[in-house]
């Protein structure tokens, strides 16, 4: 079974801060790993994906995230928070290789606060 | 391209009351899926489908129905309506198969069950 863990339910940041939201997952095989953003009254909207090749990956609206395989860990980053980027951040796996790799597990969100 | 579309937005159902809750998109993904939020819970599949004509089940299936006659929509029935059914319901879209990666959602329909 695949499962994806975000201790923090709530991460505060000063505007013009470093952000971090944090992202462990487990999976059997190799992972598919993506962060979504939710705001307000919204649908998720896509942010960035790890499939494989380079450990940083590049997303939407200057945030970036870091695969790490060892600590399998894959956390969300901004070097400087905007009070805009206030929303609910979701962590989600795939399996590349299990026998349900079409679903995407989610994990519980992070709501992140921005502080002007 | 309009996305995904889901209707209705909002809608208030007595205890055993059924409905079908709509979703269509218009970029011809295979994938498409359902998913319930609630506070704490994070997104739940309900249901998926990876094509017109085939339908699984997702984490938490029961009380749900769903077909996929088409490649454009998939909808999801609600039987007979209970409290616990009380979430937000958002459907998804993406292409399917090996590469299947970033999945399209949307609005999300706002259900409360009395």
């Known amino acids: 079974a695949q499962s994806v863990a975000q201790p923090e339910d709530q991460v505060n940041v000063a505007e013009g801060n470093p952000l971090t939201v944090k992202c462990t997952y487990s999976?059997?095989?190799?992972?598919?790993l993506f962060w979504y953003v939710q705001y307000p009254n919204r649908g998720l909207q896509f942010l960035l994906k790890?499939?494989?090749?380079?450990?940083l990956v590049k997303g939407s609206y200057g945030f970036e995230a870091e695969f790490n395989k060892s600590q399998t860990s894959f956390h969300l980053k901004k070097p400087s928070a905007l009070v805009s980027d206030s929303a609910l951040y979701f962590c989600?796996?795939?399996?590349?290789?299990?026998?349900?790799?079409?679903?995407?597990?989610f994990g519980k969100g992070t709501k992140l606060s921005v502080i002007p | 391209n309009a996305g995904v579309t889901q209707t209705p937005k909002f809608q208030v159902l007595k205890t055993g009351q059924s409905m079908t809750l709509q979703c269509a998109q218009d970029?011809?993904?295979?994938?498409m899926s359902w998913y319930r939020q609630d506070p704490g819970m994070g997104l739940r599949l309900i249901h998926y489908?990876?094509?017109?004509?085939?339908?699984d089940q997702g984490e938490v299936p029961n009380g749900y129905n769903v077909s996929r006659s088409t490649t454009e929509d998939f909808p999801l029935r609600l039987l007979s309506a209970a409290p616990s059914q009380t979430s937000v319901y958002f459907c998804?879209?993406?292409?399917?198969?090996?590469?299947?990666?970033?999945?399209?959602f949307g609005p999300g329909t706002r259900l409360t069950v009395l």
């Open positions: 998804a879209s993406s292409v399917a198969g090996i590469n299947t990666d970033t999945q399209y």
């Open positions: 999976v059997s095989g190799n992972p598919y």
């Open positions: 790890y499939i494989t090749g380079d450990n």
């Open positions: 989600a796996v795939r399996d590349m290789d299990g026998a349900g790799s079409y679903q995407l597990t």
């Open positions: 970029m011809n993904h295979e994938y």
């Open positions: 489908s990876v094509g017109a004509g085939i339908t």
